[in-house]
């Protein structure tokens, strides 16, 4: 069943690249756009792990810092939010706290354009985020903060963690983050 599976997806991936090829013109050839897919059903199911860990992780921001960012990464994972840099369990978790946040309402964090290329036992991934807010069920959302980040995990005890995540404001950058921030 699996190996069906397997094929079934492979056939309607070549197929759908073939489309592609012939769509936007001569440079591109199948064999080039297949050999840049990945070629084994584990290899997506590592990739959709790794999309829904940071998926998982941004599921925290909801409740205002209060969760336990620091299990999503390595022992020695370093967070680094515009030049400010924590690294270790604790320390991630009390930046969390420390910013927190204040607004009320619900915050919800939009992610996009996230792109996972896996290697084996490590993967990056690099995404757009939008963090929005809702004050009441009737209020429009307002959007907060906007920016990008690159992640570096590892696969330890079965599961994706963050060895490293760097994260970088485009917009609405807190004023308490302003002196450490870098421009990437």
Request: charged share 25%; proline share 2%.
């Amino acid at each position: 069943m699996a190996f069906r599976l397997e094929s079934m997806l492979k056939h309607k991936v070549a197929t759908g690249l073939a489309l592609a090829a012939l769509a936007i013109g001569p440079e591109i050839t199948v064999q080039s756009a297949l050999a840049a897919s990945p070629a084994t059903l584990s290899e997506l199911l590592e990739r959709i792990a790794v999309e829904d860990t940071i998926t998982d992780y941004y599921a925290l921001f909801g409740g205002r810092g209060q969760g336990d960012f620091g299990a999503f990464y390595t022992d020695d994972g370093i967070l680094d939010a515009n030049g400010v840099v924590r690294q270790g369990r604790e320390q991630i978790n009390a930046l969390y706290k420390e910013i927190g946040g204040s607004e009320g309402g619900r915050i919800d964090i939009l992610i996009n354009n996230m792109r996972v290329s896996v290697h084996g036992a490590t993967a990056t991934a690099d995404l757009v985020w939008t963090e929005c807010s809702s004050q009441t069920l009737t209020d429009l959302p307002k959007i907060l903060e906007q920016g990008r980040e690159h992640d570096e995990l590892v696969k330890t005890g079965g599961r994706w963690r963050l060895k490293k995540r760097i994260v970088t404001n485009d917009g609405g950058l807190p004023k308490s983050l302003l002196k450490g921030y870098i421009d990437r």
